[in-house]
């Protein structure tokens, strides 16, 4: 019984060496060297029609495109892709988690897929820089390499949907109601800062995505990512500000802090965060309390009132050493409205509650149900009590 491991391994290495790296080399060159490998490699030892057709398949993607999990990058269906070293690769398919049957080669045959993708977002990653967000393709991926990652380099992919969700899929989906999001709507246009919270993976970014297609077509919009992954629809006057890394080159990191300050001098009507985790929270409740009205982030949090907790401890983070009473001033001014998102027991994902921050009071931030999910639908709860903004829009 012949090692079809150990083989493809073998013509791997073979093929590479015959590759002419001087020059560009189109895919239909990279086939014939395959194919003739293979067959001198059937001369010696019988191949099956199946087994030359995967042979031939396992070299292309390993040569010219991501290995082993090129498969799952071209199935739709697929949502997410965790490889957890060589042998360990799980998959996400319509909320279900299960374990893949294939794995890769070895160390180096994944340090090379992993070196391709960061590449191609122009991100270094190695063992000085072990940690690293990058995309690929519509995807957002995170590499985890050693020494941090022990069982082995550690690839996150989450693919988001190729063309934008906009709300009347989530109202399909059953996400939303329509009551809520014509209210969402009208808050948009008229210019409420807004805060998107939830757990991981439960629809933020395509909230946020679906959401910014209210934003009237005459704003310049400015869009501050981690990672660029936001798709923003219909605004002609956009601009999009990625991160960086620090890198061995000697580049400096440009932060999202670094960004959010530079936006401020880009005249914004609107800015857009991906995602605060840190001190950066505080650089964007100061962008939303200065004239930014209509601005719109996202953040990680259990509920609406536990995304108000996070909002104070991330700007601590900031290292300002500011009074607690006067953090909580901050954010009761600069959010008006939580849209809190989270994923049922059946891995749906749905609108759980719409908040209103109606100020500050007694040291607490005060806050206002409108919206909450009652374990069926999303149900109203309460009243807009903020309506200056509606009332100068004229849509209240």
Request: negative net charge; contains cysteine; aromatic residues 4%.
């Amino acid at each position: 019984m012949k090692d079809l491991r150990a083989l493809r391994q073998e013509l791997h290495d073979l093929i590479l060496k015959e590759i002419d790296l001087s020059r560009e080399v189109s895919d239909e060159e990279v086939e014939e060297l395959i194919s003739s490998a293979i067959l001198a490699a059937g001369k010696r030892s019988y191949l099956s029609l199946e087994e030359k057709k995967s042979l031939m398949e396992d070299l292309f993607d390993s040569i010219r495109k991501k290995g082993v999990i090129q498969a799952l990058l071209d199935d739709p269906s697929v949502t997410e892709i965790m490889v957890n070293g060589t042998d360990s690769i799980f998959v996400e398919k319509a909320g279900r988690l299960f374990r893949w049957d294939k794995s890769f080669e070895s160390k180096e045959t994944l340090g090379d897929v992993i070196q391709q993708i960061a590449a191609s977002s122009n991100r270094v990653v190695n063992e000085a820089s072990p940690i690293v967000d990058a995309r690929l393709n519509g995807c957002r991926v995170n590499i985890v390499m050693n020494p941090v990652a022990l069982n082995g380099p550690v690839i996150t992919i989450r693919r988001f949907p190729e063309k934008p969700v906009r709300m009347d899929d989530l109202i399909r989906f059953g996400s939303i109601n329509t009551e809520a999001v014509d209210f969402l709507k009208k808050l948009v246009v008229s210019g409420y800062n807004i805060f998107i919270s939830g757990g991981t993976g439960s629809g933020k970014t395509t909230f946020l995505n679906a959401l910014s297609a209210f934003i009237p077509e005459d704003t310049r919009v400015i869009t501050i990512e981690d990672s660029a992954e936001l798709q923003i629809q219909g605004i002609p006057n956009l601009v999009s500000l990625e991160t960086r890394n620090a890198n061995v080159e000697g580049c400096i990191p440009i932060t999202m802090r670094d960004l959010i300050k530079s936006s401020l001098r880009m005249r914004p009507d609107r800015i857009i965060v991906g995602e605060v985790r840190d001190g950066a929270a505080f650089d964007f409740l100061q962008a939303a309390n200065t004239g930014h009205d209509g601005s719109l982030s996202t953040g990680h949090a259990n509920s609406a009132r536990d995304m108000l907790s996070r909002l104070e401890t991330m700007v601590l983070m900031a290292g300002m050493e500011l009074p607690l009473a006067a953090i909580r001033r901050q954010i009761a001014s600069a959010v008006d409205i939580i849209v809190h998102l989270g994923r049922l027991k059946d891995k749906s994902r749905k609108v759980l509650e719409i908040t209103e921050i109606t100020g500050y009071e007694n040291g607490e931030i005060i806050s206002s149900p409108l919206y909450s999910f009652d374990g069926n639908s999303l149900k109203r709860t309460g009243n807009l009590k903020y309506t200056d903004k509606l009332e100068r829009s004229g849509l209240d």
